[in-house]
């Protein structure tokens, strides 16, 4: 029972490249998370999804950031021309499906992370 | 979602206990608490959840105070692979699906 897969583990960049991190959910989880962790901080929320659907996206930047996540294949997290301040540890979460219940909220799964590093 | 405040930092002596307090004084009657810790380099793992009764899984034991304005994450014989940043949350269950972390507290274990 795989846990969740990030890839790359690090990431180098050069000032406007793009980058592009990937999250491949656990099986059966239909419900992705992003979260930025900045050098000695805490994690701070990105983006929440579901297939094909973003439910939130109240943490993103609004520029130059974006996320998918497709029917078939690993979320995406693109962030267009990095900067230096993009250097952070990105990680994905997932979760099942919401259970039929009211009141219960599900555990989020967390990945290994992306190191990104803008030079 | 509720606030919490933890101490920034705690140590404790291989092979004793730890308790990791956590006030949340805002909570209300339908909030949930989580604990999630951070291990070096890795991402967040859950570690155990609970809403008004004390609460024990294989990772730890979670005490919620009788007015659940704070809670006691216990660590019965605490490891060295238990030195990591440990994170309280307080989760609506009738509010949006992110996880707000705070700083946490970074737990110190001294052989």
């Known amino acids: 029972n795989a846990g969740v897969m990030q890839n790359p583990r690090h990431l180098v960049r050069r000032r406007g490249q793009e980058a592009r991190l990937r999250c491949s959910p656990m099986?059966?989880?239909?419900?992705v998370y992003w979260y930025r962790q900045l050098p000695e901080e805490g994690l701070k929320f990105m983006v929440y999804l579901q297939k094909e659907n973003i439910i939130d996206e109240s943490g993103m930047p609004k520029e130059r950031f974006s996320a998918e996540f497709p029917k078939e294949g690993p979320s995406i997290l693109r962030i267009q021309q990095v900067v230096r301040g993009d250097s952070a540890a990105y990680f994905c979460?997932?979760?099942?499906?919401?259970?039929?219940?009211?009141?219960?909220?599900?555990?989020?799964?967390f990945g290994p992370g992306t190191r990104l590093l803008v030079l | 979602d509720a606030k919490t405040t933890q101490p920034n930092s705690m140590e404790s002596n291989e092979e004793e206990p730890v308790h990791l307090p956590c006030n949340h004084s805002t909570i209300s009657g339908t909030d949930y608490i989580h604990w999630y810790r951070q291990l070096p380099s890795q991402g967040p793992e859950y570690v155990i959840h609970g809403l008004t009764s004390n609460v024990n899984n294989r990772m730890a034991s979670l005490a919620i105070a009788e007015d659940r304005k704070s809670s006691t994450l216990i660590l019965h014989r605490a490891t060295l692979r238990d030195a990591a940043v440990y994170y309280c949350l307080v989760i609506s269950n009738f509010g949006n699906e992110k996880l707000t972390f705070g700083t946490g507290t970074r737990l110190t274990i001294i052989p």
């Open positions: 979460a997932s979760s099942p499906p919401k259970p039929p219940q009211r009141g219960v909220r599900e555990t989020q799964y």
């Open positions: 099986k059966g989880h239909s419900h």
